[in-house]
């Protein structure tokens, strides 16, 4: 008879069961288990004692029209292989979710090969996501460092720097105070700022760098935040100047913000790109999802909209945008566009830039008006994740 399975937030016995199964179930050790211990709530499934399935999560804000907002960033989630098929993978995200969301977690983020299965929990994808490679030497040809002056070490100001600088975009975390050690701590990473004589700091980049295995190195950038074309440029022809010792430069995924500075700038355009499993997007609490994000100062409107609901059901609301705030509300008022769980996701992070790509993505709209409005009260910034969790 097979025994039964029950939820529970894991003790530090369940904790190191869940680091031992995570290293069986990927096929690797996760670090993150043991990094991120002090700061993330680990749920775990148990049957008979052992724990067959788990994940992590984070409570942190992310940025969305200019504002915080929170939400449950779940990681290193995974099931036994021994208990694979029946859907257990769903019912964990659901108590994974839970004590986040009692502490306000009004949207939630995933990153996972797995696409399908987070589609069918109400997850998708804003955007792309890309790897980028480019040779080290069309990088020191093609980009002129002016007078910018580089040091080395991450400062008070270039953290402050990034805080700003992740606002104007939809989807980057803003980061806690424990974020930025975590990540150079885990990655071993070498960080640099970026600044005229007498100015603050402009730009901020951050890399990886292994042995080669015959000479040289390898360079992996993890973090590039630049204030300025001019400031992005610099950096980029400091990159360059590694040549010396590595040929090709690479931007881990989604590393490098999706603005035109190695198209436009490239004297030959000899990149490689790599797609990678996209972040995902799922809003958990619509009218304080709404509330809580930031809106487009100069529009005023009122637009009916349909939103599925979570049991497949389709509920009445009247969105409300004015003066940079919004608010929706029930109605009886029959919609003009109609929004699924997940494409009430990309819209809310700015990824239909247009009303041709939110029909195409099957956004139903008996108001080309209407969905031309609701397509610019979230496009004011692109949606970008930079952040690994």
Request: hydrophobic share 40%.
């Amino acid at each position: 008879m097979t025994q039964p399975l029950t939820f529970t937030p894991a003790d530090d016995g369940l904790w190191e069961q869940y680091d031992q199964l995570a290293a069986r179930a990927y096929g690797h050790p996760i670090g993150d288990i043991t990094h991120l211990r002090q700061h993330a709530d680990l749920e775990v499934a148990v049957r008979g004692g052992r724990v067959v399935a788990g994940g992590l999560g984070l409570l942190v804000d992310q940025y969305f029209g200019g504002a915080p907002v929170p939400s449950a960033c779940l990681g290193d989630g995974c099931v036994a292989p021994e208990e694979r098929g029946d859907h257990l993978a769903a019912d964990m995200a659901a108590e994974r979710l839970r004590p986040l969301i009692e502490r306000g977690a009004v949207i939630s983020a995933i990153v996972t090969s797995s696409t399908g299965y987070a589609r069918r929990l109400g997850y998708e994808a804003p955007a792309g996501v890309f790897a980028w490679s480019v040779a080290t030497d069309d990088l020191k040809r093609s980009f002129a460092s002016e007078d910018f002056e580089v040091e080395h070490g991450l400062t008070g100001e270039a953290e402050a720097l990034q805080r700003d600088l992740a606002r104007q975009w939809n989807g980057p975390v803003h980061r806690p105070t424990w974020w930025t050690r975590w990540k150079q701590e885990k990655s071993n990473l070498t960080t640099y700022c970026f600044a005229r004589p007498g100015h603050p700091t402009a730009g901020l980049l951050s890399l990886a760098t292994k042995r080669h295995e015959r000479h040289g190195m390898s360079l992996v950038v993890h973090d590039f935040w630049a204030a300025s074309q001019p400031t992005a440029g610099a950096m980029l022809a400091f990159l360059g100047r590694h040549n010396t010792r590595a040929r090709t430069i690479t931007f881990r995924r989604g590393a490098l913000p999706p603005y035109p500075m190695l198209l436009h700038g490239l004297r030959h355009h000899r990149t490689t790109a790599e797609a990678w499993h996209p972040w995902m997007l799922r809003i958990l609490d619509v009218p304080e999802a709404i509330r809580l994000r930031g809106w487009p100062a100069d529009l005023t409107t009122a637009v009916p909209v349909e939103i599925e609901n979570e049991t497949g059901g389709w509920g009445r609301w009247m969105l409300q945008v004015k003066a940079g705030a919004a608010e929706i509300v029930p109605t009886h008022v029959d919609g003009q566009v109609s929004f699924t769980r997940r494409q009430l996701a990309v819209w809310y992070a700015g990824g239909y830039r247009s009303t041709t790509s939110a029909r195409m993505a099957g956004v139903h709209a008996v108001s080309e008006r209407a969905l031309a409005t609701l397509v610019r009260s979230t496009t004011e910034f692109e949606p970008w994740l930079p952040d690994h969790f």
